[in-house]
């Protein structure tokens, strides 16, 4: 399950309505979507889609988005390293990223123009949305896995336009371990919006 880390609040969000909640004013979407007993771990991509066609049909109606593809990322992808360099550094794209996780974990900091930059960790089973234009970057867990349901108005949208002076090397570059996150007795409760 998702949850969003504010590390310049010391806080951290991890219940699913909560979370929706902070991220609506952003105009960032999230969900949970049952992934236990719906695929295979082995499962194609054609299986993927055929397995969530109901979810990609009403976002398709929802944003508008003509395309939808399957990414899998593991540490034997080739390149990975290249690939992983072209989103890990703050930027916006022209239309919408609207990825749903199959599997694995990836962390997304978003750095809004109004309010700090914040991190949603998400993990199989998370939807998310980060909207056109909206500063942020990627970076995968510390197992260096993720596979997604990528939907698109034009998949040629999703090209990166890096911001200059980006804030991206002041955060952590890794999902959160014991080292990033305060105690628990230090991190204040969740302020609700």
């Known amino acids: 399950m998702a949850r969003v880390i504010i590390p310049d609040e010391n806080r951290q969000i991890s219940d699913p309505n909560e979370i929706a909640a902070f991220l609506e004013p952003f105009g960032i979407w ?18 993927v889609l055929e397995a ?15 395309a939808v593809d399957v990414v899998q990322v593991t540490p034997q ?25 199959v599997k694995g974990r990836g962390l997304f900091h978003i750095h809004p123009e109004q309010g700090p930059v914040f991190a949603i960790e998400v993990e199989a089973g998370d939807l998310i949305n980060v909207p056109a234009g909206t500063r942020h970057w990627f970076n995968l867990c510390e197992d260096r896995t993720i596979r997604c349901i990528r939907l698109f108005l034009d998949p040629s949208g999703w090209t990166p336009h890096y911001v200059e002076q980006g804030v991206h090397d002041q955060y952590q570059p890794v999902c959160f371990g014991p080292a990033y996150l305060p105690p628990a007795a230090d991190i204040q409760s969740p302020v609700r919006l």
């Not at 999230?30 to 299986?47: M, P, T």
């Not at 080739?78 to 239309?95: D, Y």
């Open 77 to 101: 992808t080739p390149n990975l390293e290249a690939m992983l360099n072209k989103f890990n550094k703050e930027h916006t794209h022209s239309e919408d990223e609207v990825r749903f996780t």
């Open 52 to 66: 969530y066609a109901p979810e990609i049909e009403r976002l398709k109606a929802r944003g508008g988005y003509q």
């Open 30 to 47: 999230y969900e949970r979507w049952e992934v236990e007993g719906r695929i295979g771990n082995e499962a194609s991509d054609q299986e």
